[in-house]
Nanobody, 120 residues
Framework: QVQLQESGPGLVKPSQALSLTCTVS??????????WSWIRQPPGKGLEWIGY???????YYSPSLKSRTSISRDTSKNQFTLQLSSVTPEDTAVYYC????????????WGQGTQVTVSS
């Protein structure tokens, strides 16, 4: 059973960078052909996909967030990390990490989510 757990600060000041880590257990982030995503849900709004890092280390970001987003990984710890720069209160959301199981599967395993609030 694959499990994902988000961790990171719950409060970030405007203009600073947000950094969240997803720790994966029960499966390796380098296993073909899985992709590891970050998704967020602002209060009162729908889910927004942020980007992914793939089994090979390739990355792809939402065009609307690309200029501020970086996703990296530490294979020795089986973790992947989201960095979002220059945050504003509009980045306040519950942030989730999830596994994309591939074509026809979609996001099949999710973390429980972590609340991040951007406020001074």
């Amino acid at each position: 059973q694959v499990q994902l757990q988000e961790s990171g600060p719950g409060l970030v000041k405007p203009s600073q960078a947000l950094s969240l880590t997803c720790t994966v257990s029960g499966g390796s982030i380098t296993t073909n052909y899985y992709y590891w995503s970050w998704i967020r849900q602002p209060p009162g709004k729908g889910l927004e996909w942020i980007g992914y890092i793939g089994y090979s280390g390739s990355t792809y970001y939402s065009p609307s967030l690309k200029s501020r987003t970086s996703i990296s990984r530490d294979t020795s710890k089986n973790q992947f990390t989201l960095q979002l720069s220059s945050v504003t209160p509009e980045d306040t959301a519950v942030y989730y990490c999830a596994r994309d199981g591939g074509v026809g599967t979609g996001l099949d395993y999710w973390g429980q989510g972590t609340q991040v609030t951007v406020s001074s």
